[in-house]
């Protein structure tokens, strides 16, 4: 089994474009055949509120579990220091970083 792919809670949270985030998913299952889990790493405080706010957003369908850094989950990690946010802009960028 493949290992997931990690968003940080902060390169995902406005300003990321939602529509941006959600062809991230998209594109890798149906054009690239990738069956990763997406997941998402947050502090432990903040699990309720990304929660709440992947339901809101629909996110939720393609984020399939939410972790915390002290659980210390093995996958490819896309922080804020590789990217300051998702946008149809560096879209292809985030696509090629995680599946090169």
Do not use: C
Request: hydrophobic share 40%.
């Amino acid at each position: 089994m493949s290992k997931p792919i990690i968003f940080y809670e902060g390169i995902i949270t406005p300003p990321s474009e939602i529509g941006a985030i959600r062809n991230i998913f998209v594109y890798a299952e149906v054009f690239l055949k990738r069956q990763e889990d997406f997941l998402l790493e947050t502090e432990k405080d903040n699990k309720d509120i990304y929660y709440d706010w992947l339901k809101r957003t629909y996110l939720i369908d393609y984020i399939t579990e939410i972790v915390t850094i002290e659980e210390q989950v093995l996958g490819r990690r896309i922080t804020e220091a590789e990217f300051d946010r998702v946008t149809f802009n560096n879209f292809q960028h985030i696509i090629n970083s995680l599946f090169d």
